[in-house]
């Protein structure tokens, strides 16, 4: 399976600022997701990172707020946008694994707590 | 869109119990899997079992694809079991997964 790294692992931000997550895989893949997790709460996706093109929202996510980048078949950004206590999460991301194209891995997550 | 219900919601267990956790879904799948999400926030991969049987040491899962459910069972439970599973399922077509309500597990020592 492919080795997932996010950066940064976590951090403490203020509501109103904005925090770009990276996420790096070491090698190349076809599909890239991106996940939020609130408190408590199961896995929600969030958009589908197309390489080359605009990324895929989900019902209720936005591209002003959550704006995604994939310039190759190895990386992605999330950013957070205008941030709020409310997106305090866990951000993770996810990759199909290039053996098995239907099974997904997960990255170690981005732990966000918005002040 | 596709509803995933796990139960039970939380299970407590002594070290060396027997469990089994269920994943029922609202609509016919082509992709299921079970994931461990360990105290520290990491998903791991556990089966990837659109439908029959598969064994792994202490864990085993049976995925029901007709009768749309899914079985994991966990054998000799110990500490480090403790945590969060979750099943996810995609529907026909699609590599979007969607998650279920997870069950959040504790094991006693």
């Known amino acids: 399976s492919a080795v997932i790294s996010q950066k940064p692992s976590r951090d403490i931000c203020q509501r109103g600022t904005s925090l770009t997550i990276q996420c790096q895989v070491d090698?190349?893949?076809?599909?890239m997701f991106w996940y939020r997790q609130q408190p408590g709460q199961s896995l929600t996706l969030i958009a589908t990172a197309n390489q080359g093109s605009e990324a895929t929202y989900e019902s209720g996510f936005v591209i002003d707020k959550f704006p995604i980048s994939r310039p190759n078949l190895t990386f992605s950004t999330l950013t957070v946008s205008n941030m709020s206590p409310e997106d305090s999460s866990i951000y993770l991301c996810s990759v199909d694994s290039p053996g098995t194209p239907n099974e997904q891995f997960f990255g170690p997550g981005t732990r966000l707590t918005v002040l | 869109g596709i509803q995933v219900e796990q139960s039970p919601p939380d299970l407590i267990l002594q070290e060396g119990a027997n469990s089994t956790l269920r994943c029922n879904f609202s609509d016919s799948v082509n992709n299921l899997q079970w994931f461990h999400q360990n105290p520290w926030g990491q998903l791991i991969n556990l089966f990837y079992i659109p439908s029959g049987t598969k064994q792994n040491g202490r864990l085993s899962a049976t995925t029901v694809a007709t009768e749309r459910y899914s079985l994991l069972y966990i054998s000799s439970s110990q500490t480090t079991d403790s945590g969060v599973y979750f099943c996810a399922v995609a529907a026909s077509g699609t590599y979007k997964y969607i998650f279920g309500t997870g069950t959040r597990l504790k094991v006693l020592a």
């Open positions: 090698s190349q893949v076809t599909m």
